[in-house]
DNA sequence: TTGTATGCGTTATCAG
DNA sequence: CTGATAACGCATACAA
């Protein structure tokens, strides 16, 4: 095989008239060297256009500045939003985010056990239930995982948080300001973390009657299912809690099909997660906005700690939340 | 810096009772191994729980089986389809895709710069304006590049694209065939590719008189400003043919805002993609299906192939679409 | 068919 | 402060 010609650390040496070693430490910043010597070594560095070759530097030091990027549902549009700025900010700090789409089929653990062989840098983890034998895998071969909205607590595994507790404040104070009356909580049967703990936080802080209408799936064709179950009610409710904006979605689109705007204007739909449809102008969803840039920031934040703190105790920061109301489309 | 402890050829090999060569030829499947030795070596691979390092592998290989992803506006409908296909695809075929987002800010040269000093096995964009630069640095460090959707032409560059005269085709011909007369075409200024060439076409192809709205931005927004300038023209159009669905939505929710049904239901509004939402109730949109998985299996191939042959001559393979017709959701 | 020896490009250690 | 040298873990030409 041909193999192509590079500039290699060897090439800046002679060209400065130094050692390889010199370079090296004035490239990475790591190691005293003369200021005459990092100076020739720069400008040599810079002629020839040389770079350090990641894939040695990665061999040799153990990591590779690569950190696994594992998510389901790219294609829903709150993950998407997440890891456009995941990406881009793991890049601002010089990691690759090396991206894992997780779906029913595909063996994931099979995945995520290529990544150790990468020598990541760290994994973060969006994926709704990740495999148990994820963290027994990164564990064992020390690689700082990061959990976004997940439950599971790990000793060494650090989370960030949505603050569903106070997202959930926020609109059952919503509903009690509009002196809601009848109340129908539209979650899913999944066992998606932010669902659950939101439905839990749900009826634990609400005071007043509800109902319940459970579906299968938490993206629009649910939202559409429970639409047709609200349908099927004795009486339409007047308020309308949806665990995410795909739900609520789903559920304007059934209940603007077959029920007159009169009736539909008396009843308070909201969702959660303020992804970009909710503020579409057929639905100007009332939800909870989450922002995905503090949610990327912290992400990486507690990441870099971990990298340089491995043994440090583990830490759950809960990223803040805002209540927006819309005028739902009137 | 304390070392993990890493199970190596070295220790399969010894575990084996062979040299480190033997086991690599039988884990590479690449070179003479008697069918003794080769069980041995997958048996104390297996028991070590044994994996090569891609780092070490990539390093001599000069190609590290990572593949950048470059793509603008991930968190856009279609796009984030893409991707997941994309991803997954090369998944499958045993490439790890780095993710590349490129937005205004960022200089993505920098970041392709970087791609190549991880021996990337190769490049695939779907940003919509690609600087030069990557071409000539890709070509000089001789990875191999494959464009999804993109104009440019250059040599050893493959390209895979969507059927676009045939989808304008389809449009013109659903519009002849519901006897439209007076027909608006709904455009952007920007520099998309897609929308470029879809215009272009159009302009070439249609028989009949019409109108042209052209807004700054192709994303929902637009489509918002396009419907705010439908309402302006006097009288109403039969007819709203939009480059893609993101403007067809804005158009549809500024007119459903402003018009009564019946007026609406005269007005056949398409798309281009058909992305998610286009099948959502409330829009229900006529549009043009481009598979987001066969354009993936497409550029994967293409890249294969090129890996194998990097001196063959470019090809272009078109995506072929289907008219989806939905009924405006009335 | 197998083993030996060497190179891939860095960084880290240790003398000088 | 600088330069030789040894890892890092793998693949492969070449010799046996």
């Known amino acids: 095989m041909s193999r192509i010609k590079r500039v290699t650390a060897q090439d800046v040496a002679e060209a400065a008239g130094v050692s390889r070693a010199a370079v090296s430490r004035t490239?990475?910043?790591?190691?005293?060297?003369?200021?005459?010597?990092?100076?020739?070594?720069?400008?040599?560095?810079?002629?020839?256009?040389?770079?350090?070759?990641?894939?040695?530097?990665?061999?040799?030091?153990?990591?590779?500045?690569?950190?696994?990027?594992?998510?389901?549902?790219?294609?829903?549009?709150?993950?998407?939003?997440?890891?456009?700025?995941?990406?881009?900010?793991?890049?601002?700090?010089?990691?690759?985010?090396?991206?894992?789409?997780?779906?029913?089929?595909?063996?994931?653990?099979?995945?995520?056990?290529?990544?150790?062989?990468?020598?990541?840098?760290?994994?973060?983890?969006?994926?709704?239930?990740?495999?148990?034998?994820?963290?027994?895998?990164?564990?064992?071969?020390?690689?700082?995982?990061?959990?976004?909205?997940?439950?599971?607590?790990?000793?060494?595994?650090?989370?960030?948080?949505?603050?569903?507790?106070?997202?959930?404040?926020?609109?059952?104070?919503?509903?009690?300001?509009?002196?809601?009356?009848?109340?129908?909580?539209?979650?899913?049967?999944?066992?998606?973390?932010?669902?659950r703990e939101r439905e839990h936080l749900f009826s634990r802080q609400v005071s007043m009657p509800y109902e319940v209408i459970r579906v299968a799936r938490h993206d629009y064709q649910g939202g559409v299912e429970a639409g047709q179950k609200v349908l099927e009610l004795t009486g339409q409710p007047d308020g309308i809690l949806c665990l995410n904006d795909y739900l609520a979605i789903g559920v304007i689109d059934v209940l603007k099909a077959s029920l007159s705007k009169q009736v539909l204007a008396n009843i308070r739909i909201t969702g959660?997660?303020?992804?970009?449809?909710?503020?579409?102008?057929?639905?100007q969803l009332t939800t909870v906005h989450q922002s995905c840039e503090s949610l990327a920031a912290t992400a990486v934040k507690l990441l870099q700690r971990r990298i340089s703190h491995p043994q440090a105790t583990e830490v759950a920061e809960v990223i803040d939340v805002i209540l927006v109301e819309r005028d739902g489309g009137q």
Request: glycine share 4%; proline share 4%.
């Open 27 to 195: 490239l990475s910043n790591n190691g005293y060297v003369s200021p005459a010597v990092r100076a020739r070594v720069q400008a040599a560095a810079d002629k020839l256009g040389y770079r350090v070759n990641y894939l040695a530097r990665g061999l040799n030091q153990q990591r590779s500045d690569i950190v696994g990027v594992v998510v389901a549902d790219i294609d829903s549009s709150f993950r998407a939003c997440q890891i456009r700025h995941l990406t881009e900010t793991l890049l601002q700090y010089n990691y690759r985010p090396l991206l894992i789409p997780t779906g029913e089929k595909r063996d994931c653990s099979q995945v995520i056990d290529m990544l150790m062989h990468y020598s990541v840098s760290g994994v973060i983890i969006t994926s709704d239930t990740p495999p148990a034998e994820i963290y027994t895998n990164c564990i064992e071969h020390q690689v700082p995982v990061i959990l976004i909205n997940k439950a599971d607590q790990h000793p060494k595994v650090d989370r960030v948080l949505c603050d569903n507790a106070k997202g959930m404040e926020l609109l059952l104070d919503y509903y009690q300001r509009h002196h809601c009356q009848r109340l129908v909580l539209v979650t899913t049967a999944g066992n998606s973390y932010s669902i």
């Open 272 to 283: 959660f997660d303020d992804m970009a449809q909710a503020g579409w102008l057929n639905y």
